[in-house]
């Protein structure tokens, strides 16, 4: 097993560069309404269409986060919002949520999550619950998270026994349920852990797509601090230890290289569970988006370039 070792990308095959772009054909990103703020227009910087999922971190209002989907909309985008179950207080409120979303922004998809909260506000503890309200009935995506790490707030006991039984009544949710359902992962920075996990639940009966979370450029101190915050482990120590080169420090992370294994192992094996890669703009959404652009040829160009041409 090797650690992706965060050096620049070395000239691959003459394949990696078709296998990254058919990798990151499709791609979607992560926004917060305070950073999408700080955006003048997203056509600069996404390929038209790209699903961008809206973080609720914190005590974001609803407001901001509806204002937020309906700009997303009105400039040829997917909004994506997040359902933190843990602080949503009641089924009205989310009914509310839902309605305000459906009016405002045309929602469609959502992705509903447990929360990264210890007490929960009110009635909800975790994204089942979410699901057995009824009230995403008619959504065309239902998104759910997965751990390839594990998750200690979870499975407290370092094993993914929890982790394993929700996902695999996520599983027998989709298969009685109209909307398309896929895991949304954490990001990781090691190819070798992800594709055991991968063909760990497709052993276990669980075949829902998964969308990888990878974390796009950043400084080398911004990934650790987002790592310590999210539970992240083995992939902690691979930064833990470029940390102790000081000429490292300075130098942006890039993950090409993870994408490259992920995307050759995807090009032996199609049947791999993996379906598109999900990035967490860690350091920046222009960042990460000039890095996709880079690197998912046609398809990844911003939507704004593509009409200039």
Request: charged share 25%; hydrophobic share 45%.
């Amino acid at each position: 097993m090797s650690y992706l070792n965060f050096r620049r990308a070395q000239a691959a095959g003459p394949e990696a560069g078709p296998r990254i772009a058919a990798f990151l054909g499709g791609y979607s990103i992560e926004v917060m309404p305070r950073t999408a703020d700080a955006v003048a227009d997203f056509r600069d910087l996404l390929p038209a269409g790209t699903r961008v999922y809206i973080a609720q971190v914190g005590d974001t209002p609803i407001t901001d986060m509806v204002v937020t989907a309906a700009r997303l909309r009105r400039e040829g985008f997917e909004p994506m919002p997040h359902f933190p179950a843990r602080i949503i207080r009641d089924r009205a409120t989310l009914a509310d949520w839902i309605a305000r979303y459906r009016g405002e922004a045309d929602l469609r998809q959502a992705l509903l999550i447990g929360g990264g909260v210890t007490t929960p506000a009110g009635a909800f503890d975790n994204s089942m619950q979410l699901l057995e309200t009824g009230l995403f009935d008619g959504f065309e995506r239902l998104h759910v998270a997965g751990h390839p790490e594990g998750n200690r707030d979870i499975d407290p006991d370092d094993s993914d026994r929890n982790l394993m039984a929700a996902l695999r009544w996520k599983q027998a949710f989709a298969e009685r349920s109209d909307a398309h359902m896929a895991i949304v992962t954490q990001f990781a920075f090691e190819s070798a852990p992800v594709i055991a996990w991968a063909d760990r639940l497709a052993a276990e009966g669980i075949a829902l797509p998964i969308h990888i979370g990878v974390a796009g450029p950043a400084k080398l101190q911004t990934l650790i601090r987002f790592a310590i915050a999210c539970g992240i482990g083995p992939s902690l120590r691979v930064l833990q230890r470029r940390a102790r080169d000081v000429t490292k420090l300075v130098r942006p992370f890039e993950p090409t290289e993870l994408v490259t294994d992920l995307a050759a192992h995807k090009a032996r094996h199609p049947d791999f569970g993996i379906e598109a890669a999900h990035i967490f703009p860690l350091g920046g959404i222009r960042a990460s988006a000039d890095w996709a652009a880079r690197h998912g040829g046609a398809a990844a160009q911003p939507a704004r370039a593509k009409d200039s041409q």
